[in-house]
C-alpha cells in the first residue's frame, strides 16, 4: 500500500474516532438535560444558524434533521419547553418561524461545550495559518462528500 493509501486509511480512522467520541459527548449531554439525542442535533443546528448570522427556520430545520413536520414541531417543542430555544415569527413574513437559542440554552451549551472549543483553540495554536488552511479546506471537502453521500443513501432509500 502506497504512502498516500495509508495516510488516507488513517485519516478516515480519525474522523470515525472523531465522529464516535462526538456521538458520545451528544449522548452524554443529551442525557444529562433529559434530552432526545435529536434535540441536541436541533440545538446544534439552531445554534450554528445564529453563529452564521441567520436564525434558523422551523422548515429549514425540518429539512436539515430530515424529520416530517410533526416530527420537528415535537423537537422544536421540546426544546422550547426546556428553556433553549424560542419561536419568533419573521417580522417581515409572520408565516415563517424562526428558532433562537435563548440566554439559557447558550450558557448550558457553553458549560458543555466550552471546553471543546477552547481545547480545539489549544491545538490550532501548534499549526501555522497555511496549515489550518489546508485542514480546513480537507474537512469542507469531508463535509461536502459526506453530505453528498447522506443525499444518495436518503434518496436509494426512498426508492426501495
Known amino acids: 500500500m502506497t504512502t498516500r493509501n495509508s495516510t488516507t486509511l488513517l485519516i478516515g480512522d480519525l474522523l470515525r474516532e472523531y465522529g464516535v467520541l462526538g456521538l458520545r459527548i451528544g449522548e452524554a449531554f443529551a442525557g444529562r438535560h433529559a434530552m432526545e439525542h435529536v434535540d441536541l442535533r436541533a440545538l446544534t443546528i439552531i445554534s450554528q444558524a445564529e453563529r452564521d448570522g441567520e436564525p434558523q427556520t422551523a422548515r429549514g430545520l425540518r429539512e436539515r434533521l430530515g424529520l416530517s413536520s410533526g416530527g420537528t414541531t415535537l423537537v422544536v417543542d421540546r426544546l422550547e419547553r426546556a ?14 418561524v424562526r428558532l433562537t437559542i435563548t440566554p439559557d440554552g447558550a450558557a448550558t451549551g457553553r458549560r458543555y461545550f466550552g471546553g471543546l ?11 501555522s495559518d497555511d496549515e489550518l488552511d489546508t485542514v480546513r479546506r480537507f474537512l469542507a471537502g469531508v463535509v461536502t462528500m459526506t453530505g453528498e453521500h447522506l443525499a444518495d443513501i436518503t434518496a436509494a432509500d426512498q426508492r426501495e
Open 83 to 96: 428553556g433553549h430555544v424560542q419561536r419568533t415569527r419573521d417580522p417581515h413574513d409572520r408565516r415563517v
Open 117 to 127: 472549543a477552547t481545547g480545539l483553540a489549544a491545538v490550532a495554536d501548534g499549526f
